[in-house]
């Protein structure tokens, strides 16, 4: 489900989770003090969470004023021993909210329409799962895998992350289905070679289509599966350059698809004691598998079959830096990949961004600061009278957390994020505003342990 931030794992390890809790789930609780290895564990957990303020309530819509509160109980198992941590869970996501957008999947909107209040009171209701899986069959190889998924309604604050963060259309959908993993193979022949094989695959399909829609053209699922050997080698102590090339595959509802090849060298490099930075870089070929259907946007533009797009990244890490009690962790990102868009059907070059700050304060407090930026490099091709679609998007999240007790904490925060077309589409500007705060409170019935300074 993406490339986890280190800084983020850290911090998980002192019992704090810099996220906005309602769009993850029920959150996930670190290992307890005097927990057993070896016997199977049982987690339970719930989350109640108020918000208010502005937002789409279908994609496409006007932004307009809500009020939400939202219930997430969680249900978890875990097994750890020296040689295996096993990990699976189970939430509700339970999500009332006034207007009620539930019986508008698939309209499209006219352009200044706002979403009139409906009578429903029901709630939304997305039921999410997910499992991690990490073994060491021996001293040198490690075996790692997780998977996700969620089916039900989503409302749309929760879309970006079921289709993804850099997504920036979204569909007019109330129930999907969607589920990814992935896994992996590492192992380290000696002390400065390793090799290793990663894959990952995902779907997600849309279940409410109202008729006709699915023979317009429009995307209603999409399939991908990759994989990708890697070699990597320590040129030093604080250095080491890797190898690989990844092959995929994606498919759309239209029966389309395309195939995928992406060669890359990376560079990592330890600046300091506290601060790592990584360097990616290698291009993308993509070939058009089957022919574009009536109606459908041209995966890869009008009559292309094939595409080359250079990629790569920049990363910078610092683990930790000390001012009396707080400790600081960060993160910056910016990078060029191939985007195969899973709502639009359409392969562009997309720039993206995400810059984060998170501060622990000992023994009780946390504060979580992100933004994310991401955008098409290149116009979409559209078909002629249509208004072009959302290719940008931006958001910036802030949490604030706050340990009560050793089995309840709150979390106080909020979004602002928005929605446009590509940053050079004449009179351009962003028509999907979100801006709304939120008290989380947060219960389990494994103990939150205190946050602590690492020694020097």
């Not at 001293?139 to 992350?161: C, H, K, M, N, W």
């Not at 589920?179 to 070679?193: A, C, F, H, N, P």
Request: aromatic letters at 8%.
């Amino acid at each position: 489900m993406g490339a986890a931030l280190v800084a983020f794992c850290l911090l998980a390890d002192l019992g704090a989770q810099p996220s906005v809790a309602s769009e993850s789930g029920a959150p996930e609780m670190p290992g307890q003090p005097g927990f057993v290895p070896g016997i199977l564990a049982l987690q339970a957990s719930a989350t109640s969470e108020s918000r208010a303020g502005v937002a789409p309530l279908v994609a496409g819509y006007n932004p307009q004023s809500f009020v939400a509160e939202l219930l997430i109980p969680r249900l978890a198992l875990e097994l750890r021993n020296p040689a295996l941590v096993f990990a699976a869970w189970y939430s509700p996501r339970i999500f009332w909210e006034y207007p009620n957008p539930s019986s508008l999947s698939g309209q499209a909107p006219l352009a200044g329409q706002t979403l009139a209040p409906s009578p429903a009171s029901e709630p939304l209701i997305l039921h999410t799962f997910g499992l991690v899986l990490e073994a060491r069959p021996s001293r040198s190889v490690r075996v790692t895998a997780a998977a996700g998924g969620s089916i039900g309604e989503p409302d749309y604050t929760t879309l970006p992350q079921v289709l993804g963060t850099g997504q920036a259309t979204l569909p007019s959908v109330v129930e999907l289905a969607a589920v990814s993993g992935q896994g992996g193979v590492v192992d380290t022949l000696t002390q400065r070679w390793q090799l290793s094989l990663a894959g990952q695959a995902s779907h997600w399909q849309w279940l409410d289509i109202p008729p006709g829609l699915s023979a317009s053209g429009t995307i209603t699922s999409q399939t991908s599966a990759s994989g990708e050997p890697a070699a990597a080698f320590r040129l030093t102590t604080r250095d080491s350059l890797g190898l690989g090339t990844a092959v995929g595959w994606v498919s759309y509802s239209t029966g389309n698809g395309v195939f995928i090849v992406t060669p890359a060298a990376t560079w990592k490099r330890r600046l300091d004691r506290g601060t790592d930075l990584n360097l990616r870089l290698g291009l993308t070929y993509a070939h058009l598998l089957g022919s574009t259907p009536p109606g459908a946007v041209p995966v890869l533009g009008v009559s292309e079959r094939q595409a080359v797009s250079p990629i790569g990244s920049a990363e910078l890490i610092v683990h930790f830096a000390r001012l009396d009690q707080i400790m600081f962790l960060g993160r910056a990102f910016a990078g060029v990949d191939f985007y195969l868009d899973p709502v639009l059907g359409t392969g562009l070059p997309r720039g993206s961004a995400t810059a984060e700050l998170i501060a622990v304060a000992v023994p009780s407090w946390t504060v979580s600061l992100r933004g994310d930026f991401a955008t098409a490099l290149e116009n979409p091709p559209v078909p002629a009278g249509e208004t072009p679609p959302d290719e940008t998007v931006f958001s910036v999240t802030l949490a604030v957390r706050r340990r009560v007790t050793e089995n309840f904490y709150a979390e106080l925060g909020g979004k602002w994020a928005n929605r446009g077309p590509t940053l050079d589409t004449p009179d351009f500007r962003f028509d999907q505003l979100q801006l709304w705060a939120y008290l989380s409170l947060i219960g389990t019935t494994r103990p939150i342990p205190r946050p602590a300074l690492p020694r020097e």
